[in-house]
């Protein structure tokens, strides 16, 4: 792949060097479009009597320096963009987390109250069966004074 050749510049204007009021002096740039969106700024200064091989030399490496900082501008602002992804993400994600935490705490207090629940009709459950058990043996006892009293016969009367 070859590089293409240099193109007509876009444009050109003056710009201050060092910013010093007594000693400015301008130096001419001249703006190429390498490619849509691709601008090289290349100094007017340049010798033109300057050895053809040289010139081209330094401006390919000017091109290349430029290249080469619009590609980290271009990786920094894709940086800053995965950041803020990445900070958006981990705040809904802690916003999620919150309201897990609280339903679990809500499940955990009603598994608790479910299991007093629970814990209160076993004994319930416990002290009916033994009710039933002293029931039937008065009524065993009574069944046996009276002699021919049948236990089936009152139980299914009983129903």
Known sequence: MSKPPLPVPTS???????GNQNEEKKVDYFYYELEHGF???LRQ????????????RIISNRISAQRSRW?????VEHLKKKLKDLEMEVSV???LLEMQNE???CLNIEYRELEERAFAT?????????????LLAKLREAGDEIGSFDL????HLHL
């Open 45 to 56: 200064d340049i010798d033109p009597g300057m050895d053809p091989k040289k010139l081209k």
């Open 93 to 95: 994600r802690r916003a």
């Open 39 to 41: 601008i090289v700024r």
């Open 71 to 75: 590609k980290k501008r271009q990786y």
């Open 122 to 134: 076993n004994q319930r459950l416990i002290s009916a069966q033994a009710e039933n058990e002293a």
């Open 12 to 18: 050109s204007f003056q710009v201050s060097n060092g």
């Open 152 to 155: 089936d016969t009152l139980m």
């Open 103 to 105: 339903m679990t705490e």
